[in-house]
């Protein structure tokens, strides 16, 4: 503890709102901490801070449910209407959309497993978060546009053919700021689809849903008021501390039809308070680390205008950074037009590429550029940079800009870096 304490006083944070952040996720252990435990059973202790009943932490309860509803508002739902809670992480939250969109059809499921209901078929973009690869159910993966995006009559035609084969479709997950090329799909035009269908419609945000901070740039998501319910990681483009994620529900009281399991050790029903606030029951792990507070605080201490302003930061800077990569004969953009989001993906092409046609030698060879040139950042350690290969795209860097301090300064160091390590090979 006092090694933890040193660590904390000697830190140089670059802003007092860091401060505020970082003192949040400290005061949330330290408090709960018990203070009889001996140093070699500290780490393991560390947080374990547990959240279920409003007895246990009534405060972080509370605080959770204002947090919430003030996501709601900006996704445009009422306030007084919606649902959610804080997971550990998008996977967790897209899993929970997956299970509640299953209930909300075939509520026997609960009681008497898949056996008890037909085939189901979900829908997704082929570049969908991993979650929903693994969620063993019939899968569709619709095609995509150049940018990554998804095509809308792509998805009704799968519709169909799942029916034809006697499937039940009811789940379609768009998303609103792709991994890899940072793209939206057209919400308004899959929340047609879903309606005319009877689909339960998910908008996998982890990503891009900091955007709805942005006046500039929320238009992106536009339609996200339509789905039944939205994954949000405030711990990516707002900035906040690992881990801050949520799911957010539209509907009131699902989340809790799904997951009860009555645990009679826990939930009374005859509590002397209002037992809904006792929101473990609506998570299936139960005891939850407090994820809330860090965010409460930054977004008392940014206002939503300080997470707006550093959102656009980043968004500048990935344009910059488009902008200075396609005046370049030495770079080649995987992709034409400006990025939609702070993902800048791009090949680097050494002189002894730059005047060879494509063709697939070219490839083979322009594919082990990246990775040895992200050997030599990591050995030499001024920068880093990761790289991937997606479908027929040999390895491409791809350059994400999530952290508010970076500067134009940063970008031109970092092609600087690349050229300088990357001009021999």
Known sequence: LTSLRKVWRD?????????????????????????????????????????????????FILMEEVVLRKMHSIIGWPEEDGDGIFCPGGTMSN????????????????????????????????????????????????????????????????????????????????????TVYGAFDPLNEIADICKHHGLWMHVDAAWGGGLLLSNKHRVKLQGIERAHSVTWNPHKMMGVPLQCSTILVKKKGLLQECNQLCAEYLFQPDKHYDVSYDTGDKSIQCGRHVDVFKLWLMWKAKGSEG????????????????????????FQLVFKGKPEHSNVCFWYLPKRLQSILPSPERDRELHMVAPKIKTKMMEEGFTMIGYQPLEDKVNFFRCVFSNPATQREDVDFLIDEIVRLGCEL
Not at 34 to 52: D, G, I, P, V, W
Not at 99 to 109: E, I, K, N
Not at 315 to 327: F, S, V
């Open 11 to 59: 830190s140089a944070w670059s802003s007092l709102t860091s401060q505020i952040t970082w003192s949040s996720c400290w005061w949330t252990v330290e408090t709960h901490l018990n203070m009889e435990l001996k140093q070699s059973t500290y780490e393991s202790k560390f947080f374990s801070f547990y959240r279920f009943t409003y007895e246990i932490s009534p405060v």
């Open 307 to 330: 997470f707006e302003a550093q959102i656009n930061h980043c968004l500048e800077n990935a344009e910059y950074l488009y902008y200075k990569l396609k005046r370049r004969s030495d």
């Open 95 to 178: 899993l929970y959309s997956v299970l509640l969109a299953r209930f909300h059809l075939f509520p026997v499921v609960k009681t008497h497993g898949m056996s008890a209901i037909p085939r189901l078929a979900l829908f997704t973009s082929a570049h969908v978060h991993n979650l929903i690869i693994f969620t063993q159910i019939n899968t569709t993966f619709w095609f995509l546009s150049v940018r990554g995006k998804m095509i809308s009559s792509e998805l009704n035609s799968s519709i169909e053919t799942a029916k034809s084969k006697g499937l039940v479709p009811f789940y379609v997950n768009a998303t609103a700021g792709t």
